[in-house]
């Protein structure tokens, strides 16, 4: 039966969960993110010309979720930013992006003094959470905060239903941070309900970050000043051009990321998009979706064509930012 598109409460979304929190407890390797170095004198200037998020502030004990755009404000890469050492920064990426996003920010280095270069292959990830998440650092609960660990970081980031999440960055050689091994599907799970999309290729070009509420989970700087595709950015902002935002569904079909969705009240083109998407633990699939607000509140949605699966729209995670 296709139910309302208009997303469910809070205590409804705790009862459409498909798995308990406590699924989301141990460490998984991420083979599917790599890392772009940035060292140099320069490296938080370049930076901070070039990506949604101010760097000339980043300390050692804070990471940044960032946007690299187009000129006309459309998303092209996503990272998670933080401070090694004094002269170099680590961007956290989508592995398949990395390549493309690694010439791009080549071609602006021009006279600064930076270099860049791919450095996944010095480093290993994993996702760390539950119980696995070390304890001696403070700040557990705070997305984005940093610990360091000798020659290794953690990086706090958006809890799962409740459950904490964290991403263990070490050298490339170290032994995984301790912890019950955790399925890389279960992992994947844990991403999308958290709300917080990675850009993949299957969506580059699609999202003005707002269209993702980048802006509500730390993506968006709107007072650090110019960088490519910031005056798109602030207008969806502040002239209230915005028409889209980011939802979490659940489907019983299979979603993939870039795969459109339909509205009944016009079926002859999409209303959105998947942006990410996971196999749900007790079936189906969850998926964080964009799309128009006026159509997620009321009616129905599918999936990939106007006669597609349903899907059931969920409380979000987090609040959105009203004011800036």
């Known amino acids: ?81 933080l401070r090694r ?18 010439k791009r920010l080549t071609m602006f280095v021009l006279r600064a ?80 309900r958290s709300g917080v999309v990675t850009l993949s290729q299957p969506v580059v070009d699609a999202f003005v970050p707002q269209m993702l509420n980048y802006e509500s989970v730390g993506g968006v700087d709107f007072h650090k000043g110019c960088y490519p595709g910031q005056e798109v950015v602030a207008r969806s902002q502040f002239r209230g051009t915005l028409k889209r935002r980011a939802y979490l569904a659940h489907c019983d079909e299979p979603l993939s990321a870039g795969q459109e969705l339909f509205h009944g009240s016009d079926p002859s083109q999409p209303c959105g998009r998947v942006a990410q998407a996971a196999p749900a633990p007790r079936g189906g699939c969850d998926a964080i979706v964009s799309i128009q607000t006026q159509a997620a509140a009321s009616g129905v949605i599918r999936a990939g064509s106007p006669d597609g699966a349903p899907l059931t729209l969920l409380a979000l995670p987090y609040p959105l930012l009203q004011d800036v």
């Not at 997305?143 to 809890?159: C, E, M, N, S």
Request: charged content about 20%.
């Open 1 to 81: 039966m296709a139910m309302n598109a208009a997303p469910l409460s809070a205590a409804d979304s705790d009862t459409a969960a498909q798995a308990p929190a406590a699924a989301l407890n141990g460490v998984a390797p991420l083979p599917r993110l790599g890392v772009i170095g940035v060292q140099g004198d320069d490296a938080s200037k370049f930076l901070h010309g070039l990506l949604s998020q101010d760097f000339l502030q980043l300390g050692g004990t804070e990471a940044r979720l960032a946007a690299l755009c187009s000129p006309k404000g459309r998303m092209q890469a996503s990272f998670i930013a």
């Open 85 to 102: 050492g004094t002269s170099e920064i680590l961007l956290v990426c989508s592995r398949d992006l990395l390549p493309a996003t690694l």
């Open 113 to 192: 003094k930076v270099r860049l270069r791919d450095a996944s292959d010095a480093f290993v990830l994993f996702g760390v959470a539950g119980d696995a998440i070390d304890s001696r650092a403070d700040s557990l609960d705070k997305p984005w905060a940093v610990a360091t660990f000798g020659d290794k970081f953690r990086v706090g980031l958006y809890p799962a239903d409740g459950q904490p999440r964290a991403l263990w960055i070490a050298p490339a050689g170290a032994a995984a941070p301790p912890g019950e091994p955790l399925a890389a599907e279960l992992w994947d799970w844990g991403e999308v």
